[in-house]
């Protein structure tokens, strides 16, 4: 199990409350152009995985992708959310 913090305003808890599931990756070191595309643009306005070219691989446990070239990414499942 693992807990993340998501801004309510975010398009990513947007995405995670209406598809129940989502994926962390942990970036590699040549993904600072992603890192910061990611992290700045929201995914409402653009198509963030478009737009970078990031290779991307299809996950294996839920209906999403995987960022091929990411160090880690885990498959998860929203088991609980909390709004503090
Ligand atoms: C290094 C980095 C770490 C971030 N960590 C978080 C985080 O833990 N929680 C969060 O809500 N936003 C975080 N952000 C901000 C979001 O990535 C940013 O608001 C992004 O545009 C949200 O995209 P979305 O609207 O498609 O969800 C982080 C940004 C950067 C650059």
Known sequence: MIAISVGFQR????LMLKHNEFVVSFPSAGMSAEVELFGSQSGRDIDKLKISGTPVQTATLIDGVLLAEASINYECI???SMIT
């Open 11 to 14: 398009y990513t808890y947007e």
């Open 78 to 80: 929203l088991k609980d």
